[in-house]
């Protein structure tokens, strides 16, 4: 069974730039959630999807950030425009029941 | 307001010992709990979890205790591997229609051979 894919791997910006994160989840997985995990610190829900719905975006900076997944698979999460402090691992993860979420590697995100 | 803490940054072992890793919350709503294992440059797996209504769950090496009194969970390693070093972190679940994951901040085991 593949895993959650997520590209791309790495990405280094400078602050104000836009940048975009896209996530494949787990085939059948109706849930799909976006995560930041900054440095030191535990991953943290930034927005959660039950097929092409938002389930929870209470902790999004919705100013800043945006997400979507259209027909209820892949999902892109958008920052636009970035600051220093959005340096972080994204992770995108997928569950087929929700108590389980299986994660994908992750987008390393430097801001400059 | 960190809901769910891992005191201890980091754990050094010998291989074949134990390892305990201990997580505390303080929202007694929680009622799933979550251990995942992260190595460098990888996105977390699911090691093992526990349900409120249980006090202990065993998969292997791998077992879980739940104290609901005192709001704390540890997860024991018997017996540690090199293999086992990584960075391990407890989870909560209010369940409901989210099912939302809270994450502690890691502890960081070093198994040394």
């Known amino acids: 069974e593949a895993g959650v894919a997520q590209s791309p791997r790495y990405k280094i910006i400078e602050k104000r730039q836009s940048v975009a994160f896209w996530c494949n989840p787990i085939?059948?997985?109706?849930?799909l959630y976006w995560y930041q995990q900054i440095l030191g610190q535990g991953p943290k829900l930034l927005i959660q999807?039950?097929?092409?719905?938002?389930?929870?975006d209470s902790q999004l900076p919705k100013d800043r950030f945006s997400a979507e997944r259209l027909k209820g698979v892949d999902s892109t999460l958008k920052i636009q425009p970035a600051k220093l402090e959005d340096s972080a691992v994204y992770l995108c993860?997928?569950?087929?029941?929700?108590?389980?979420?299986?994660f994908g590697p992750g987008t390393r995100l430097t801001v400059l | 307001d960190q809901q769910v803490k891992q005191n201890s940054p980091s754990l050094s072992v010998q291989e074949g010992r134990i390892s305990i890793l201990n997580c505390d919350y303080t929202?007694?709503?929680?009622?799933?709990f979550l251990w995942y294992k992260k190595y460098p440059a990888e996105g977390p797996t699911f090691l093992i979890s526990?349900?409120?209504?249980?006090d202990k769950n065993e998969d292997g090496r791998f077992t879980v205790f739940l104290n609901k009194s005192a709001k704390h969970l540890s997860l024991h390693i018997v017996p540690s591997q090199p293999g086992d070093s990584a960075v391990y972190f407890c989870?909560?679940?209010?369940?409901?229609?989210?099912?939302?994951?809270?994450f502690g901040t890691g502890t960081l085991l070093a198994v040394q051979p």
């Open positions: 993860a997928s569950s087929l029941t929700g108590n389980e979420q299986f």
């Open positions: 929202n007694s709503m929680f009622d799933y």
């Open positions: 085939s059948g997985h109706a849930t």
């Open positions: 989870a909560a679940s209010l369940g409901g229609a989210t099912n939302k994951l809270i």
């Open positions: 999807f039950q097929n092409n719905g938002v389930v929870d």
């Open positions: 526990i349900s409120s209504i249980k």
